[in-house]
């Protein structure tokens, strides 16, 4: 029970020793250990296997490889011209999906920028994924999806979460907030005060780290002393769980897990060790501060080739599937931008909707001043016209 | 219903027990909020009544008390949290910009974040370090949220149950010199005070003071001591710094001709800045003279042995508005 009266104890102040070094704790040599199912090349001893049925065994493929189609294809818009600035999940996709499978469709996810295939899993458009890199602001409505915007100001949504999933407790719901991060978040003063409060208030969440071995440009020895993200959890009273991000197998496994554990009152924060292949955003030049050595070490630990691998020895996937999957992912990217190509955006009035409940009379009035210039000066004389677009 | 002679934070209390009772949604956490009753009292009774699921301590984080009502609020819950004193709400600017005044917005009125975060503000009360400063122009900037300032017992009463009931986020300052300094009778049971109208304390015909929070009472001073020498002063309490009840204020000036406003934040970016061109917007052709302000200084908040110094008080009021009437 949460903010029971204190009661104090002799015990709760722990056992006392003779000597400092007893009472000292250290974080050791190396990092703690990650979970794995599947070696790099796909290897892996079929007693080690998750229990998912063959279809889900599937889905988990075909969705990493929509995150991989999708983004591919966002940079190559992006790159023409046709699009703003893109983050993608490049090398990450099977901690993006594997997190996805690891939850409930009833849960809630609170993303932060690169999880195009759970936030579609999850109910999202992929029309509404594409109107959010274009700038829209439409595309946050997200309706029915259980979902928020992504979180652009790092670290900055985990209380909001932890919040929420202290809410979903208070109303004895069967359902968990599931916070993406990245492995830069954990330096903020937000996201470590919010989980710390997690703990306190029992809140039904999971922090998912992407760690991705980079915030910008900054590796994780600049971002922290500590040799693991999920070690941080100790601090908190939360549990930790670490597990290689490019295994979609472990990920969804460990999800599953801790999930069960955030619904009976522990937060966790899981750790998925991966890399961002791709550049920070598509604004990004990497090779100003990575070496390509150490980029082409983690290309072959790539997820998708080793999860396929797994698949192929299971004789759950072949080549027939995979020339359709193909064609079917690149039919959706296509019809989800003829929808973008069809979308109309809505007029002034939406910069000032939505605001509050009800207008206030100075944002009536800002707005009748606007439509006043822009009646005399149609788009500003061009001037909003000609501004670049991308 | 009968009226009870409150001071200023029992009504604050008293509106927390009746929102309590009347929305089993209503939560009231923050630092030494329950068992303690808050460093103030103002939640005193609260625990006991409801119980330590809806009325509860919290870890030391003003960012975490702030953000995590957002997503209470999103879900249908009414968290009214308390900042145990404004000076401590600035690690929580980011979660009011952020997430607080723009959930709405950014998901196109598909969700909401109605809540209430307390905080008494204000100096005068020989507070320690950090315990005294007036931000309340900082937050009537952000988009979104709503900035409420009652000055007398009735309205933090009224004002703060309608803001509970506000669909919006109300950022709720109290000015805590005068949360004990007097009583007035106050309306039992449920009573509301809309947000976004300001009122006239005191009618006059020649000049206008503006002002909120304690520096009202000091308005109201000055008024009665420059009336001695025949001037008729207006006072105009705003109540509300967002949405600002800009109808009052030109209605008063337009009358007068005159203004001063008064505030004990620093001057340079202050709210009087916001006011004074709402004036120079509605009422520029009935000014008779350059409008005034009384304010702190563009300075820190001093420590206590020099905050008399800095706060504005009835004899500079009354001063400036000499200056304002002689021009």
């Given amino acids: ?390 | 219903m009968t009226d009870r002679q409150l001071t200023l934070v029992q009504a604050v209390n008293d509106a927390l027990h009746v929102a309590m009772a009347a929305d089993d949604r209503v939560m009231v956490y923050g630092e030494d909020v329950a068992e303690q009753g808050g460093v103030f009292r103002a939640t005193e009774g609260l625990q006991d009544a409801f119980g330590s699921e809806r009325v509860l301590d919290t870890p030391l984080s003003e960012i975490a008390i702030v953000g995590t009502a957002v997503g209470l609020a999103m879900q249908g819950h009414r968290p009214v949290v308390e900042i145990q004193f404004s000076g401590f709400l600035p690690p929580a600017f980011n979660q009011l910009v952020q997430n607080v005044g723009r959930v709405r917005w950014r998901n196109q009125g598909t969700e909401a974040a109605p809540m209430v975060v307390r905080t008494p503000y204000g100096g005068g009360v020989r507070a320690l370090e950090h315990h005294s400063e007036s931000f309340e122009a900082a937050y009537a900037h952000v988009p979104g949220l709503k900035v409420v300032v009652p000055s007398t017992p009735a309205d933090a009463k009224g004002l703060l149950l309608a803001a509970i009931r506000d669909d919006d986020p109300v950022l709720f300052l109290e000015p805590k010199r005068i949360y004990r300094s007097f009583r007035e009778p106050v309306p039992e049971g449920d009573h509301e005070v809309p947000i976004g109208e300001a009122t006239v304390r005191r009618e006059g015909t020649d000049v206008t003071v503006i002002a909120w929070g304690s520096m009202l009472h000091y308005a109201l001073e000055a008024a009665e001591s420059v009336a001695a020498s025949g001037v008729e002063a207006e006072v105009v309490d705003l109540r509300s710094i967002s949405p600002l009840d800009r109808e009052t204020v030109a209605a008063s000036v337009k009358k007068t001709g005159r203004a001063v406003v008064v505030h004990e934040a620093p001057r340079s970016g202050g709210f009087a800045g916001e006011v004074i061109a709402s004036i120079n917007e509605s009422a520029f052709w009935h000014l008779e003279a350059p409008i005034e302000r009384v304010t702190g200084f563009d300075t820190p908040m001093p420590m206590l042995a020099m905050e008399d110094y800095y706060l504005p008080n009835p004899p500079r009021i009354a001063d400036a508005i000499e200056r304002a009437v002689s021009r």
């Avoid at chain 1, 190396?30 to 229990?51: E, F, H, N």
């Avoid at chain 1, 509404?128 to 829209?136: C, E, I, K, N």
């Fill in chain 1, 1 to 390: 029970m949460t903010n029971a009266s204190h009661r104090f104890s002799e015990a709760s102040l722990g056992e006392p020793t003779a000597t400092l070094d007893d009472s000292r704790f250290s974080q050791g040599e190396t990092a703690p250990p990650r979970y794995r199912v599947l070696a790099p090349d796909g290897s892996y001893d079929p007693d080690d296997v998750p229990d998912f049925d063959d279809e889900t065994l599937r889905e988990l493929y075909r969705w990493m490889r929509l995150q991989q189609v999708f983004d591919e294809r966002m940079v190559n818009l992006q790159r023409r011209g046709e699009m703003g600035t893109v983050a993608t999940g490049r090398g990450q996709e099977a901690s993006i999906v594997g997190c996805s499978f690891g939850m409930e469709r009833r849960d809630w996810l609170l993303p932060y920028g690169r999880e195009l295939a759970a936030l579609v899993r999850h109910g999202v458009s992929m029309r509404d994924v594409l109107l959010y890199w274009l700038g829209v602001p439409e595309a946050n409505r997200l309706p029915d999806s259980n979902s928020l915007p992504y979180a652009i100001a790092i670290g900055t949504h985990v209380p909001v979460g932890v919040g929420y999933a202290w809410g979903l407790r208070l109303d004895g719901e069967d359902r968990i907030v599931t916070l993406f991060m990245g492995d830069g978040q954990f330096s903020t003063g937000e996201a470590q005060t919010a989980m710390n409060f997690a703990g306190v208030v029992d809140a039904p969440a999971v922090f998912f780290c992407l760690n991705n071995q980079y915030a910008i440009s900054a590796p994780s020895e600049k971002q922290t002393a500590a040799h693991s993200v999920a070690q941080k959890a100790l601090a908190w009273g939360l549990e930790g769980l670490r597990v290689d991000g490019n295994d979609v197998l472990a990920v969804a496994d460990a999800m599953r897990q801790a999930r069960e554990l955030a619904l009976d009152g522990t937060p966790v924060v899981l750790e998925a060790v991966t890399y961002r292949l791709d550049a920070h955003t598509t604004n990004d030049d990497p090779s100003r501060y990575r070496d390509e050595a150490e980029v082409d070490w983690w290309r072959e630990r790539d997820p998708i080739p080793r999860y396929r691998a797994f698949l192929a020895a299971e004789e759950l996937w072949d080549d027939a599937d995979e020339a359709a999957l193909d064609e079917d992912l690149n039919a959706q990217f296509d019809a989800a931008r003829a929808e973008v190509a069809a979308f109309e955006t809505g007029g002034v009035e939406g910069l000032f909707e939505h605001v509050y409940a009800e207008p206030t009379p100075a944002l009536e009035a800002q707005l009748e001043d606007l439509r006043d210039f822009l009646a005399a000066h149609p788009m500003g004389d061009g001037y909003i016209e000609e501004r670049p677009k991308g």
